[in-house]
């Protein structure tokens, strides 16, 4: 990234083009309504923005950690764009396309979704940044703009929503 905001160079953009663009493809596949359309335009639209406003890169913090914000900011914008249109979307894919044949993963996966669909905006972006991104309780933070203290709270209510929602699983399937 340092790279390409001094230089401009077209080599360390596909690198990271490279590295980031199908994660963050599924981050936009799974919160904006399992739309591949929309996942592909907002995932060009990320890395252009990545290239125009490349000098608000803050070297002292994670790459990942400031892609995935602008990523967030950019699901909050179009959440808040089509609440003054229509509802937002609440589905959300936390597993890959390839479903398992296996009936009960299909229907725990199934109880799954419908579970994340009655999380709130908030509760289901921790729930993905944490499992589905793997990322640390501080780079969520980073990512909300708040404190872990929040980040550690929603994760506990959320959890303990998703465990509720899925007692009749418990012991069969883990988080």
Known sequence: MRRL???GCEASFGELYDRYSERMHRYFYRTLGRDVHR????????????VEKNALFDPERRFSTWLYTVAGNMVKNEYRRQSRLTAPPSSVDFFTENYSQDLDNQIFEQHLHLALDELDETQRQCFLLRYQQDLSVKEIAEILDCPEGTVKSRMFYTLKKLGNKLRAFAGAFSL
């Open 5 to 7: 905001a001094n230089e």
């Open 39 to 50: 996942a592909d335009d907002f995932t060009q639209e990320l890395f252009m923005k990545l």
